[in-house]
């Protein structure tokens, strides 16, 4: 049970380029989400699913696009990458989105746009 | 806008002892919390919630204290080991615009723990 595995692992971009990150959980949660994590700063939601086919906004989605075609995977699409988005990005699951589950993270992707 | 803080960016303690970590929280509507542990390198590691009918809950070496009145909750952790150091975030299930809860993180305690 590898339970969240994102990929890659690190990556860097020049701006103005574009990048997929991947997400794919085995646990058959219904909920899905990415984060952004900056120095000094808590984990910042970006979008996120409550199934397959749906996508929301989080707190800052500016920038980023997602898909969840699949109930297992949630993609993240940077389509013009910024200095700005340089980050660690996580993405987390959970059973259920009332916000009384425990999200479950994988180990994130690191992000350098140059 | 409500959030949750945390008081102490950096605890250091010595092995074998108790370690406590603080969090304050505003969001009186908030009905759940959680513990993260996040290593170097690593995605932060689900340690214990607790709902907000309960006062208090333990698991392996770790006791979550929340105190509604003032809005208190506390990460405790018994003789502490030197593969606890790392950084510790809670957070709440706070109701968004969308009337939605979803979970608000606060930016973490580093624990260093001295040999």
């Known amino acids: 049970n590898a339970g969240v595995t994102q990929t890659p692992k690190f990556r860097v971009l020049k701006t103005g380029q574009s990048m997929t990150l991947l997400c794919a959980q085995d646990m058959n949660h219904e909920y899905m989400y990415w984060y952004r994590q900056d120095p000094g700063m808590g984990l910042r939601l970006i979008h996120y699913s409550v199934g397959e086919g749906t996508t929301a906004k989080g707190e800052v989605p500016d920038g980023y696009n997602v898909s969840r075609l699949k109930k297992q995977n949630f993609l993240l699409g940077l389509e013009s990458a910024a200095p700005s988005q340089t980050s660690v990005y996580f993405c987390?699951?959970?059973?259920?989105?009332?916000?009384?589950?425990?999200?479950?993270f994988g180990d994130g992707t690191r992000l350098s746009i140059l | 806008g409500e959030s949750v803080g945390l008081h102490l960016p950096t605890l250091s303690v010595q092995e074998g002892d108790n370690s406590i970590i603080n969090c304050a929280y505003s969001?009186?509507?908030?009905?759940?919390f959680i513990w993260y542990k996040q290593e170097s390198g690593k995605g932060p590691q689900f340690i214990i919630d607790i709902r907000s009918n309960m006062d208090k809950r333990q698991g392996q070496r770790v006791t979550v204290l929340l105190n509604k009145t003032v809005k208190h909750l506390s990460l405790q952790i018994a003789a502490t080991q030197p593969g606890d150091s790392a950084v510790y975030f809670c957070a709440e299930n706070m109701a968004r615009d969308t009337g939605r809860r979803a979970l608000t993180f606060g930016s973490g305690t580093r624990l260093q723990v001295q040999p």
């Open positions: 969001n009186s509507a908030s009905d759940y």
């Open positions: 987390a699951s959970s059973t259920s989105g009332t916000g009384r589950q425990p999200q479950h």
